[in-house]
């Protein structure tokens, strides 16, 4: 069964902390992607990546930075955290079409 | 930029009532797609359309791909309980990997038993 992987399904930071979120896919998918999800909000995309070490900003990548290094890893990292970034994370990948994203389960970040 | 609008934002029903969303743009797109987001959950893939006009089923869910290619329907028949989530649409206009894809707001299900 394919997966995307997100290493923490919950998260409490402390205002300031730098944050690691980590994503791992299976799937050998060239593209990856990190949203938030917040009520009423919808889903944001914060950064995606088409390749190893390559990275795009998305709508919303103020105060993250992200970080591919192997193919199948993808990270998100909040530099400073505050708690604005309070949120859900949902990783994904998707396949040569492009469209079609597996999303990992999804990381609830708070920031106290 | 590109957005989509779904409609209705959310919505209550009896188990066993069949249910209809759609999914409206400014913009044409070439790539519709549904997702269905349980709670706690990511948003999994339910049904993906390539063709304007294209018909496509999944069980008790059926999408649409508008024949302007500006808007996609989904359909549910014979809610049950486990229908419960977000529904999300979502649209890419070229075919490449390197088009993002733009999601919905969602739509809110909730079926009553």
């Known amino acids: 069964d394919v997966k995307v992987t997100q290493s923490s399904r919950y998260l409490v930071k402390r205002t300031g902390e730098k944050v690691f979120l980590e994503c791992v896919q299976d799937?050998?998918?060239?593209?990856m992607f990190w949203y938030r999800q917040d009520p009423g909000l919808g889903l944001r995309l914060i950064y995606f990546s088409y390749d190893v070490k390559m990275k795009e900003k998305g709508d919303i990548p103020e105060g993250y930075s992200v970080s591919r290094e192997k193919k199948e890893r993808f990270s998100l990292i909040l530099e400073s955290a505050s708690t604005n970034q309070t949120s859900m994370y949902l990783c994904?990948?998707?396949?040569?079409?492009?469209?079609?994203?597996?999303f990992g389960s999804g990381t609830r970040l708070t920031v106290v | 930029g590109q957005q989509l609008n779904q409609s209705p934002q959310s919505m209550f029903i009896q188990e066993g009532e069949d249910v209809s969303m759609n999914c409206t743009s400014s913009?044409?797109?070439?790539?519709w797609l549904w997702y269905k987001q349980e709670p706690g959950e990511g948003p999994v893939l339910l049904i993906a359309?390539?063709?304007?006009?294209e018909l496509t089923s999944n069980g008790r869910l059926t999408a649409q791909f508008g024949i302007t290619r500006k808007d996609s329907f989904l359909n549910i028949s014979a809610s049950i309980p486990s229908d419960v989530g977000i529904y999300f649409c979502?649209?890419?206009?070229?075919?490449?990997?390197?088009?993002?894809?733009?999601f919905g707001p969602g739509t809110s299900l909730s079926v009553i038993p």
């Open positions: 359309l390539y063709k304007a006009g």
């Open positions: 994904a990948s998707s396949d040569s079409r492009g469209s079609r994203y597996t």
């Open positions: 799937m050998d998918h060239e593209n």
């Open positions: 913009s044409i797109f070439n790539t």
């Open positions: 979502a649209g890419q206009g070229r075919r490449t990997s390197y088009d993002k894809v733009i």
